[in-house]
């Protein structure tokens, strides 16, 4: 299974204007439509303006001091459990499959605080390119 072609920047701010420039040169018949027309505008604009804060704030949302004092506390709670815990395989592969599980956890969090950039968690442009064909329709 191959994963899409993303599209570069420049083709993402292109369709985003060609979005915008369809809303614009909607004809709204009545209010209904009038009501719609003014929906597709804000969104787009919302869009326009979350684009914008990506474009000024790149990078993790989570601040390395954070990450640094989580990692420490969990290092000690593992130590703290390891202490008094016999050492046989069940506490080893409990404490594996804890550690896997907890650094999940941390690269999932970090993960989702960039979702523009590849990774495991990543925005989808599909929503984008089916709003383009539904505007663009007569």
């Not at 920047?9 to 369809?22: A, F, H, V, Y």
């Amino acid at each position: 299974m191959s994963a899409a072609p993303t599209p570069t920047d420049r083709e993402t701010s292109d369709q985003l204007d060609r979005l915008l420039n369809s809303i614009l040169s909607l004809a709204p018949a009545d209010r209904r439509h009038s009501a719609l027309a003014e929906q597709a505008l804000a969104i787009t604009s919302s869009i326009y303006a979350e684009r914008w804060l990506l474009w000024e704030n790149p990078g993790s949302t989570v601040p390395p001091q954070f990450l640094l004092v989580l990692i420490f506390w969990l290092f000690l709670i593992f130590v703290s459990f390891g202490l008094f815990a016999p050492v046989n395989l069940t506490v080893i592969a409990s404490f594996l499959l804890c550690t896997l599980a907890v650094s999940g956890a941390i690269l999932m969090i970090l993960d989702m605080g960039d979702p523009m950039h590849p990774g495991w968690v990543q925005v989808s442009g599909e929503p984008m390119r089916r709003a383009m064909i539904e505007v663009s329709r007569p």
